[in-house]
């Protein structure tokens, strides 16, 4: 079956500092592949996403970047901010053998930034 | 537009009890989907509205579990009798049916359900 592992956090930076939270992925098709953040007090919300191999999918100065040959689609920033302080899920959505376009998540970083 | 409405926030019931959470999704949004959070593990998926039809239930813990989605507009997820661990946050998401691409599932802000 289809799975994510990304890092166990909760992870802390400084203001400033660079973000990385790893992400692989097993898949039995050929997924999308997606960040959602979840802020305080508020539903999940996706960040960006990759539908193929290679993709760089980015937002909000943030990027990942498909990479099949290390199933992996792991979280950058170059410079993290206090605003950028929730939750981070990595997913993918099989509709080939997942069907429906269901979510596969991993089991969310906690990024705390502190000034 | 308005987003995915949940209700309530939060619930705390105890062990053998009935609740019954409700969703409200986009307006227009043939698609709904329950999704859960366990004790900070991974969302898991449970099930999948198209409309009114129940697409896939595959993630469906047991028969304690109950969803529907009468009219193809609000749904409800029924757990009756609750168990400790059914105890965490309850997610649930709309999307647009159509396209050959992914259609963005919109989250609301889940229910937190506590059973004692």
């Known amino acids: 079956g289809n799975s994510v592992t990304q890092m166990e956090g909760p992870v802390t930076l400084s203001e400033e500092a660079f973000l990385t939270i790893n992400c692989t992925y097993t898949?039995?098709?050929?997924?999308?592949l997606f960040w959602y953040v979840q802020y305080p007090g508020e539903g999940l919300q996706l960040l960006l996403k990759?539908?193929?191999?290679?993709d760089k999918g980015s937002n909000k100065g943030f990027e990942a970047t498909y990479r099949k040959e290390t199933t992996s689609f792991h979280l950058e920033k170059g410079s993290v901010q206090v605003s950028d302080s929730a939750v981070y899920f990595c997913?993918?959505?099989?509709?080939?053998?997942?069907?429906?376009?269901?979510?596969?998540f991993g089991t969310g970083t906690q990024l705390k930034v502190e000034l | 537009e308005a987003g995915v409405t949940q209700f309530p926030s939060h619930s705390v019931i105890e062990k053998g009890q009935t609740v019954t959470l409700r969703c409200d999704p986009i307006?227009?949004?043939?698609?709904l989907y329950w999704y859960r959070r366990v004790m900070g593990k991974e969302i898991k998926f449970l099930l999948h509205?198209?409309?009114?039809?129940?697409?896939?239930e595959s993630g469906m813990p047991n028969n304690r579990f109950l969803a529907e989605r009468t009219g193809g507009t609000y749904s409800t997820l029924k757990v009756q009798p609750a168990e400790l661990e059914d105890s965490g946050v309850y997610f649930c998401?709309?999307?647009?049916?159509?396209?050959?691409?992914?259609?963005?599932?919109?989250f609301g802000p889940g229910t937190r359900l506590t059973v004692l």
């Open positions: 307006s227009g949004h043939d698609n």
């Open positions: 998401a709309s999307s647009r049916s159509g396209g050959s691409s992914y259609n963005e599932q919109f």
């Open positions: 509205f198209v409309k009114e039809s129940k697409q896939d």
């Open positions: 990759a539908t193929k191999a290679d």
């Open positions: 997913a993918l959505s099989d509709p080939v053998t997942g069907g429906g376009n269901k979510l596969t």
């Open positions: 898949a039995t098709g050929y997924p999308s």
